[in-house]
């Protein structure tokens, strides 16, 4: 049987789990060059729970796209994002084979909403129960609140302490017995990218998060990187603002907005308004998460295309782990066999499993095409981009 691998996208609510896997998928599916080496399709499944309907990730490309399209006329205005929030969990599949050959590999993300990892959530106890099955971690984190956001803000709005919590309880190799790997994406950080500063953001991940860091480094066989990944490509971010809502003396409405001034209000579509003699302006009391108040990031649409960076990166890193893992257990288990005849060993159980992964596709074929992935670039090495391996 083709086991799946299991992935698990982790992180603060909010902060573009959704997005960037609706971009990884979408980078998968659309890539000339890497429709090359490898067929790939989204297999996901349509599903209902609790009433609600799966999100499909086109939707979320669609929305990520209109961003772009809105602002198109306008580049100097800067605005808000935040739409359809994940109040559940999901799984997204993503199958690849070798070309004209039936045999699959499928990678099963699961996506769930922020609120999961908060440890006095209802559904802590379920997400702890998948993590300890998950073989690869996706911890995407906010970049503008990374890097410009106070030590406090930045992990109200990562989680950065929660996670750590969840990751030491659940994540580890059983004293190398297994094998895990655990990925930082920053997200959103096409402003440094495009500064040529990418590794500042790579170096502030490493300090922001290195009590999980430590301890994941201090397992044997565990895997640890960062990615950096431009969902949209195009969307970049301005500035932290303190979070005020516009309450409109006339009609009431209340829009989010930021100061600018003491005569002006930017409201949350980037439209720039002055102050109505009858117009409120409060502190917004969402933007109070745990007696924290965050300041909203604003964004800027540089040009329309929607041109995601990396997102490709994480799938490819994940096939090779499995493979790498595949041959070195099998190696190993080929001299405990030697060594006591044949018989069940400890390794048997997990070479069992990392060979179902591969679900019949030839590891010589497959670790081919990786190389051809490299050869030519389209796989990226350490420090291109940001790429990062421990
Ligand atoms: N500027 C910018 N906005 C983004 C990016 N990725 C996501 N967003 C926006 O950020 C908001 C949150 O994104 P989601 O992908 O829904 O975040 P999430 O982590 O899945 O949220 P929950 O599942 O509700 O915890 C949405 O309005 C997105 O359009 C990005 O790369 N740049
Ligand atoms: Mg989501």
Same mark, same amino acid.
């Not at 690849?96 to 609120?115: H, M, Q």
């Not at 300041?295 to 800027?300: G, L, T």
């Given at each position: 049987?083709?086991?799946?691998?299991k992935?698990?996208?982790?992180?603060?609510?909010?902060?573009?789990?959704?997005?960037?896997?609706?971009?990884?998928?979408?980078?998968?599916?659309?890539?000339?060059?890497?429709?090359?080496?490898?067929?790939?399709?989204?297999?996901?499944?349509?599903?209902?729970?609790?009433?609600?309907?799966?999100?499909?990730?086109?939707?979320?490309?669609?929305?990520?796209?209109?961003?772009?399209?809105?602002?198109r006329?306008?580049?100097s205005?800067?605005?808000?994002?935040?739409?359809?929030?994940?109040?559940?969990?999901?799984d997204?599949?993503?199958?690849l084979s070798?070309?004209?050959?039936?045999?699959?590999v499928?990678?099963?993300?699961?996506?769930?909403?922020?609120?999961?990892?908060?440890?006095?959530?209802?559904?802590?106890?379920?997400?702890?129960?998948?993590m300890?099955?998950?073989?690869?971690?996706?911890?995407?984190?906010?970049?503008?609140?990374?890097?410009?956001?106070?030590? *406090?803000?930045?992990? +109200?709005?990562n989680? =950065? !302490?929660?996670?750590?919590?969840? &990751? @030491?309880?659940?994540?580890?190799?059983?004293?190398?017995?297994d094998?895990?790997?655990?990925?930082?994406?920053?997200?959103?950080? *096409?402003?440094?990218? +495009?500064?040529?500063? =990418? !590794?500042?953001?790579?170096?502030? &991940? @490493?300090m922001a998060y290195?009590?999980?860091?430590?301890?994941?480094?201090?397992?044997k066989?565990?895997?640890?990187?960062?990615?950096?990944?431009?969902?949209?490509?195009?969307?970049e971010?301005?500035?932290?603002?303190?979070?005020?809502?516009?309450?409109?003396?006339h009609?009431?409405?209340?829009?989010?907005?930021?100061?600018?001034?003491?005569?002006?209000?930017?409201?949350?579509?980037?439209?720039?308004?002055?102050?109505?003699?009858?117009?409120?302006?409060?502190?917004?009391?969402?933007?109070?998460?745990?007696?924290?108040?965050?300041?909203?990031?604003?964004?800027?649409?540089?040009n329309?295309?929607?041109?995601?960076?990396?997102?490709?990166q994480?799938?490819?890193?994940?096939?090779?782990?499995?493979?790498?893992?595949?041959?070195?257990?099998?190696?190993?288990?080929?001299?405990?066999?030697?060594?006591?005849?044949?018989?069940?060993?400890?390794?048997?159980?997990?070479?069992?499993?990392?060979?179902?992964?591969?679900g019949?596709?030839?590891?010589?074929?497959?670790?081919?095409?990786v190389?051809?992935?490299?050869?030519?670039?389209?796989?990226?090495n350490?420090?291109?981009?940001?790429?990062?391996?421990y």
């Amino acid at each position: 049987m083709n086991e799946e691998i299991k992935v698990l996208m982790v992180g603060g609510r909010r902060c573009g789990k959704t997005s960037v896997l609706a971009s990884i998928f979408q980078q998968m599916t659309h890539d000339d060059r890497l429709s090359n080496y490898l067929t790939i399709s989204d297999a996901t499944v349509a599903e209902e729970k609790g009433g609600e309907r799966k999100e499909g990730l086109n939707d979320k490309i669609n929305e990520l796209k209109q961003m772009l399209r809105q602002k198109r006329h306008d580049n100097s205005s800067v605005f808000l994002v935040d739409k359809n929030p994940t109040n559940t969990y999901w799984d997204y599949k993503l199958r690849l084979s070798l070309p004209k050959k039936e045999e699959s590999v499928c990678i099963n993300f699961r996506d769930s909403a922020g609120e999961y990892f908060v440890k006095s959530s209802t559904n802590s106890s379920s997400t702890e129960a998948y993590m300890r099955e998950c073989d690869i971690f996706v911890v995407v984190v906010d970049t503008p609140y990374l890097m410009e956001a106070n030590d *406090e803000v930045c992990d +109200n709005v990562n989680r =950065i !302490d929660d996670i750590t919590n969840f &990751i @030491k309880n659940n994540v580890n190799t059983a004293d190398g017995k297994d094998a895990k790997m655990v990925i930082y994406v920053p997200i959103k950080c *096409e402003k440094w990218y +495009n500064e040529n500063h =990418i !590794d500042a953001v790579n170096e502030k &991940i @490493k300090m922001a998060y290195s009590s999980q860091i430590d301890y994941l480094r201090g397992q044997k066989h565990m895997l640890v990187g960062i990615i950096p990944m431009l969902t949209i490509g195009n969307i970049e971010f301005v500035e932290l603002k303190e979070a005020f809502v516009h309450i409109n003396g006339h009609t009431g409405k209340e829009t989010r907005c930021c100061k600018v001034g003491s005569k002006n209000v930017r409201m949350e579509d980037g439209t720039l308004v002055p102050l109505g003699e009858m117009d409120v302006v409060n502190e917004d009391a969402h933007a109070v998460v745990n007696n924290i108040k965050r300041p909203y990031s604003w964004y800027r649409v540089k040009n329309d295309h929607f041109a995601p960076v990396n997102c490709d990166q994480l799938p490819l890193r994940i096939i090779s782990f499995v493979l790498i893992k595949y041959k070195k257990l099998k190696k190993e288990n080929a001299t405990w066999i030697e060594r006591f005849f044949d018989r069940n060993t400890l390794l048997k159980p997990l070479f069992e499993k990392y060979n179902n992964y591969l679900g019949r596709i030839n590891p010589n074929e497959l670790s081919d095409v990786v190389a051809a992935l490299k050869k030519d670039n389209i796989w990226k090495n350490q420090g291109v981009d940001g790429i990062f391996f421990y």
